[in-house]
């Protein structure tokens, strides 16, 4: 599967690529709230543990759940953890603003790309979709066409990318203290509807962990909203 | 202008260099990879690429730790952007190595 590796670098360099034309763009040059050199590079390295941890414990859960063998990674676990890591660390440092839009645009770089690895990685990598008579079902080699789930997420994730472009320079305070829970609920709304279309074992009311994974952070992303609508007016 | 020596405590002296040998554990795992998929008996389908793909994230791990090792020998780096680098060596370059969404 070494086209998925090259495909989580070229992930990883569009995703800092895009990130430094965003931040010089609109002048971001730190997450809002995040004031020392120090504290920043905390920050990151809690954020980067967070996403470590979550993405391997998540993915290798549902491997384990489809009772396969191996270690998995999965981005959803690893929002999930950096998310979680990120709260926890803001709420030891006195941080209440949203620091969340600073990381959006490379974060939907590295999962529109790295979802075009996965789709091209096929059967082995465990991310194709249920078989469908639709006319854009993919054969990955076992003669069942089937969802590319892959690709939805990707597109869905650019068309995202494409209203923040747009809309960022008309809305900027709005997208500083909400974007990031936008992001939130629009990652995980999506990634919910795909869950349907996936072949993973059920864990509970007919849903996989992904679904709950996904439920957990629409609610975070609501309850957020509703939040920094609030210290807003 | 001259840059101030910074100040290690000793926690952090340990905690960098405990995961400054785990990045070269790393490093000796890629070269080992390195070594089954490019050497003898290591040309099958599928090594071709495979075999660059683990001497690049090998050459990548080693110029990390030896790059973070000089910035510590240096003094000249704040203790928060040298436990960066040595996070780089030990969890980033592993994990875009071993890349893939199932390691089997």
Redesign the interface.
């Known amino acids: ?2 086209i ?3 495909f ?2 070229l992930a ?1 360099i569009s995703a800092v690529l895009v990130s430094l034309w965003f931040r010089r763009s609109y002048h971001l040059y730190r997450p809002v709230g995040v004031a020392p ?2 504290q ?3 920050y ?2 809690a954020l ?2 967070g996403l ?1 941890v979550g993405g391997f414990v998540f ?1 290798t859960l549902n ?1 384990y759940l489809a009772g ?7 981005m959803l676990g690893g929002v999930f953890g950096a998310i979680v890591a990120a709260e926890v660390f803001k709420y030891f440092a006195g941080i209440r603003h949203s620091t969340g839009l600073y990381f959006v645009p490379g974060l939907i770089m590295l999962i529109a790309v790295g979802r075009i ?2 789709f091209l ?1 096929g059967l ?4 194709y979709g249920t078989a469908t008579t639709l006319p854009w079902g993919v054969d990955f080699g076992d003669g069942v066409r089937r969802h590319p789930v892959q690709l939805y997420e990707s597109l869905t994730m650019l068309i995202f990318l494409v209203v923040l472009l747009v809309s960022y320079p008309r809305r900027p305070l709005f997208w500083q203290r909400q974007g990031f829970y936008v992001f939130v609920l629009v990652y995980a709304g999506q990634r919910f509807v795909w869950e349907f279309l996936k072949p993973y074992p059920l864990v509970l009311a007919g849903m996989n962990v992904f679904h709950w994974l996904c439920l957990a952070l629409i609610l975070y992303a609501l309850f957020m909203l509703k939040r920094s609508q609030a210290f807003v007016e | 202008m001259p840059q101030v020596a910074q100040h290690y405590s000793l926690i952090f002296k340990i905690f960098f260099w405990l995961l400054w040998l785990g990045g070269v554990g790393v490093f000796l795992v890629f070269a080992w990879f390195s070594s089954m998929t490019m050497g003898e008996g290591g040309f099958g389908e599928g090594a071709s690429l495979i075999g660059p793909w683990n001497l690049l994230i090998t050459v990548a791990e080693g110029a990390v730790l030896f790059i973070s090792a000089v910035l510590f020998g240096n003094r000249d780096k704040s203790a928060s952007v040298l436990f960066l680098w040595v996070l780089l060596a030990t969890v980033v370059i592993p994990l875009i190595g071993f890349g893939g969404c199932v390691i089997q």
């Open positions: 599967m070494v998925h590796n090259i989580d670098v990883l050199s120090s920043y590079h905390y990151l390295a980067l543990m470590v993915g491997l396969r063998e191996g270690i998995a990674k999965s690895g996965c990685a082995p990598d465990f991310t």
